[in-house]
């Protein structure tokens, strides 16, 4: 399905930057304008409007580094076919969204992807459904008139998913109706303590906020327990436009690799709360692709 990026994805963020480069050596006839789009919901936890200046700032000072007058912009995007049309009319060039959104739009939106990300130095993760240990309950359906919270930030769209294929995997059709109230929570940690301490019933979250927590305070592991999970799973891809030409696409990731070596990066990529990013194959997508289409086979059923 796709191929990614290598070793840093918000490194090639900046590559649009320097569309024809050969690193300095050369001189290309060079496009007058090499953008990136952003879709809103890879901003966790931070203003969109301070991440942008930083991100706009930091690719700033890489064409300062390499002389290049290629006008770049960031775009954010609330509306999906806003970014549709954009890439479209080659308006947007590089594009860093969900899984969930590529594969929803996928025949529309004329990407390749061609990374993704680290996360606490992991190209996966886990999502679990997690339930108090004194609750005792041993199976999902017992989760009814429950309250139940999801972790937001970047994983939302995969949070949501993920308990929307466990609601019809266990004959729940509207999940509304079945929990007593649905929370989303922007901080991570609020999200399972929120369990832990028994004001909410459940949460959804990603392995690695499990993980942070239990090592922050080892009783969170003692006291709660995984009732369902989904393992293996790609949240972020770094995409080139389809007809975006082969020497730029070279160049996008030939030059990202050098940026991931520059210290300005790392502000990038506390933004974005990832480690970095590394080339994606069909076979690192294929457990996240295997839940959409699950998802949307049971969902097609209904």
Known sequence: MEKFFSKNILAITL???INNSLLFTQVVELKPESNMGITKEMFSDVNIRDAKAIIEIWTKMIHEKISNDV???????????????????????YV?????????????????????????KKKYFDLYLIIGIDKNIKSFSELKNSTIAIQCGRFETMGNLFLDYLCLKNGVQEKEKFFKKILYEDNASK?????????????????STFEITSEMNPQVKNSLRILNKKENLTNDLFCFRNNLPENEKEKAVGFGNQVDADPKTSQVYKIFKIDGSYLINKSDLAPTVELWESYNNLKNKK
């Open 96 to 120: 860093f969204l969900n899984v969930p959104q590529y594969l929803k739009y996928k025949s529309s939106l004329k990407l390749k992807p061609y990374y993704g990300t680290l996360v606490n």
């Open 15 to 17: 590559t649009f930057f």
């Open 191 to 207: 999200t399972i303590l929120g369990t832990f301490f028994g004001k909410t019933d459940a949460c959804i979250v990603t392995s």
């Open 71 to 93: 006008k770049t912009t960031t775009f954010i995007y609330d509306d999906i076919q806003k970014l549709i049309k954009d890439i479209n009319d080659e308006k947007v060039d």
